[in-house]
């Protein structure tokens, strides 16, 4: 059974700081990584999709890597800002769009 | 272009009642998915609908059940509502392109239900 982690559970940093939230999983058999971000009592919003060939995705200040073989993916956010302020959640896709998602990164970026 | 919405955005319902919740999909996406959010964790997948028919079912009791219409719209029905039943319900979708299934997937606000 597929299982997904993200560590650190919470992190508060100053802005400005660069950061990295990690997110691991038990089976390397995946199709594609997505990052997501989710604002309290919201939606999701899809941040970075890597697929299971590709190594490392780009927008923005975000850049994401996937190392597939040893089940591990980070998430870099560069130059954080308040708006950043969310819950960062990474999802495995098992197959036929059947997501597993780990529990999130709560991130607070303090002014 | 509008993406996935979902209705209603709260709802309480009573132990024993039964609840419908609505998804439209983003314009031109063919496939939904339903997903289940405790306060604190990770959605959890409930099921899968493509052309109609329930292509995939997560670790949830035959209580929860759905539909998909010809405009791919679609609708989860929750029986015999339970209090752990409250939760976040998120859909997705995402457009199968051929043999192609693992394409991204866009969520919606989702739907808040409280069951007292």
């Known amino acids: 059974k597929q299982e997904v982690t993200q560590i650190p559970a919470a992190l508060s940093v100053p802005e400005g700081e660069n950061l990295v939230l990690n997110c691991s999983f038990t089976d390397s058999a995946i199709y594609n990584l997505q990052w997501f971000r989710q604002d309290p009592g919201k939606g999701l919003t899809s941040l970075l999709l890597i697929q299971s060939s590709q190594r490392e995705q780009t927008s923005g200040r975000l850049n994401a890597s996937l190392d597939k073989s040893s089940g591990r993916s980070t998430l870099y956010i560069a130059a954080s800002q308040p708006g950043d302020s969310a819950t960062y959640l990474c999802a495995v896709n098992t197959g036929f769009q059947k997501l597993v998602f780990g529990t999130g990164t709560r991130l607070l970026v303090s002014p | 272009d509008a993406g996935v919405t979902q209705s209603p955005t709260h709802l309480i319902k009573t132990r024993g009642q039964q609840v419908t919740l609505r998804c439209s999909p983003k314009s031109g996406h063919d496939t939904v998915s339903w997903y289940q959010q405790a306060l604190g964790q990770g959605p959890q997948f409930i099921f899968q609908?493509?052309?109609?028919?329930?292509?995939q079912r997560g670790n949830f009791p035959d209580r929860f059940s759905g539909h998909q219409f010809p405009n791919y719209s679609s609708e989860l029905n929750v029986n015999a509502l339970l209090l752990g039943d409250s939760a976040l319900y998120l859909c997705a979708s995402s457009l199968v392109t051929g043999i192609e299934w693992n394409t991204e997937a866009f969520f919606g606000q989702g739907t808040r239900l409280t069951v007292v």
């Open positions: 609908y493509y052309e109609e028919e329930e292509r």
